[in-house]
């Protein structure tokens, strides 16, 4: 779905000037009549609004005061000629203006001052997210430790001590680790629970493959932490889906698992899962992939490489179905069919049906996220993550319990994004602790 701009400016043919130049990344809506442009921000606020600073009827600066009243997080850029200067500086002060620019404008450096400001609200806005989850965590935990505190004081025995205290160190641990994941996923940008959802989907279809509970645990683990090696420059080129990339990027992209198994190996817990991590493959399919042969051909491959296998297979079906690696979202059945010859090509057929089949229907007892499109919602059904609007701020919020006007809004939201989209809910509701 495109960001969304209006365009405000008492001259028409600089209106329409405007909307061509910005018609093919933007949802554009041009008006000459300030007036009527306000009211229809009312109603429909935009992702950026871009006006002239000078107007015959309403100036730049009320215009900017009153899309800063209706939606303070949409982004504001004024036009201003050379002599607007002081103007310009009321409406920054007054309207809270993130830029302005000369007329006459430069087209490239206006198109990049878009966009950057675009991508800054989808950060900001998700970013917000990611540090609600981090808090409630951080607060879990200590009301957990409180909880275990007073346990402490409570007179048992020396067995039932020394299995409460084997308890808490067994949950100590997995908090520590959970917590651990959500930094790395909060640094990493990840917003949709990526690798969260690639450590349930690993584990689920490594136990449906029969996989030692110790290797399980270890492909887990992978799962969550195998974007550990993300630097701030790799994640700026995580922002273009795969196919976007230049054969250059694509290569260090592919030479990240060697990174992140190096990391995780210095750590005795993820030794396992580092070398799960080392004998991945990314992305898979394409032109510029680099795969050992002796992990397609094997015919009797290791436990580490049928493991591995699972890793890069989950990896690349939740990144492919979210339009990450063409930017495109692709559903599940027709995903499958598009993927049908390379998929089974380097994982086998019985992987790749086992991996389908657990995306349509989870087994009894299996808890992890099921992709969703929202004709196959029902009420009851319990979102595994933030849903955002069209202007990326959060509608519903993880763990949301839908109802018929949720899934309503829902439909409506993607009648407005022009395309289909994928919700992804538990398969077993969560508990939810309320205290």
């Known amino acids: 779905m495109k960001p969304s701009i209006l365009i405000v400016d008492d001259e028409q043919e600089i209106v329409q000037a405007l909307t061509r130049l910005l018609m093919k990344r933007f949802d554009v ?25 000078r107007m015959s009827e309403v100036t730049g600066v009320e215009v900017m005061e009153h899309v800063y009243k209706v939606s303070p997080k949409s982004r504001r850029i004024v036009l201003t000629g050379y ?185 005795p817990m993820f030794v396992i899962s580092a070398k799960i991590i080392e004998n991945s493959y990314f992305v898979w399919g394409s032109e510029f992939c680099q795969i050992k042969d002796i992990h397609i051909h094997e015919k009797e491959p290791t436990a580490f490489v049928i493991a591995a296998k699972i890793l890069s297979l989950v990896i690349f079906v939740d990144l492919y179905m979210s339009g990450q690696i063409d930017g495109k979202t692709h559903l599940l059945l027709p995903a499958f069919r598009e993927l049908e010859g390379p998929a089974k090509k380097y994982f086998g057929h019985k992987l790749v049906a086992e991996l389908q089949s657990m995306l349509r229907q989870p087994l009894s007892g299996e808890s992890y996220e099921l992709p969703k499109t929202v004709t196959e919602l029902h009420e009851g059904d319990v979102l595994a993550q933030d849903i955002y609007d069209k202007l990326d701020h959060c509608m519903l919020t993880q763990n949301t319990v839908l109802t018929e006007p949720h899934i309503t809004s829902l439909k409506s939201l993607q009648e407005e994004s022009g395309g289909q989209l994928l919700f992804y809910v538990h398969s077993i509701a969560p508990q939810i602790d309320n205290g």
Not at 38 to 53: C, E, I, R
Not at 197 to 212: C, F, G, P, T, Y
Not at 241 to 254: A, D, G, R, T, V
């Open 29 to 53: 809506h041009g008006f000459s009549d300030p007036k009527e442009a306000l009211a229809y921000f009312s109603k429909s606020p935009t992702h950026a609004v871009l006006s002239d600073m």
């Open 83 to 267: 002599a607007d200067i002081e103007m310009a500086q009321n409406a920054i002060n007054k309207g809270h203006v993130h830029a302005y620019l000369g007329k006459p404008w430069d087209n490239d450096e206006l198109l990049s001052t878009l966009e950057r400001l675009i991508i800054e609200l989808k950060q900001e806005n998700r970013s917000a997210s990611v540090v609600r989850k981090l808090k409630e965590k951080n607060q879990y935990l200590k009301d957990k430790s409180e909880a275990n505190e007073l346990l402490n004081n409570v007179i048992l025995s020396s067995s039932d001590q020394a299995h409460q205290q084997n308890d808490r160190l067994i949950d100590s641990h997995n908090d520590l680790v959970s917590l651990s994941a959500n930094l790395i996923a909060s640094h990493t940008q990840d917003i949709t629970g990526h690798a969260s959802r690639v450590a349930q989907h690993a584990k689920i279809l490594a136990m449906r493959m029969s996989l030692q509970s110790e290797l399980t645990t270890a492909l887990y683990l992978s799962g969550l932490f195998y974007r550990i090696a993300l630097t701030e420059k790799d994640i700026n080129l995580s922002k273009l889906s795969f196919n976007e990339l230049k054969p250059q990027q694509q290569h260090i992209w592919q030479k990240l698992p060697l990174l992140r198994s190096e990391i995780l190996a210095e750590t």
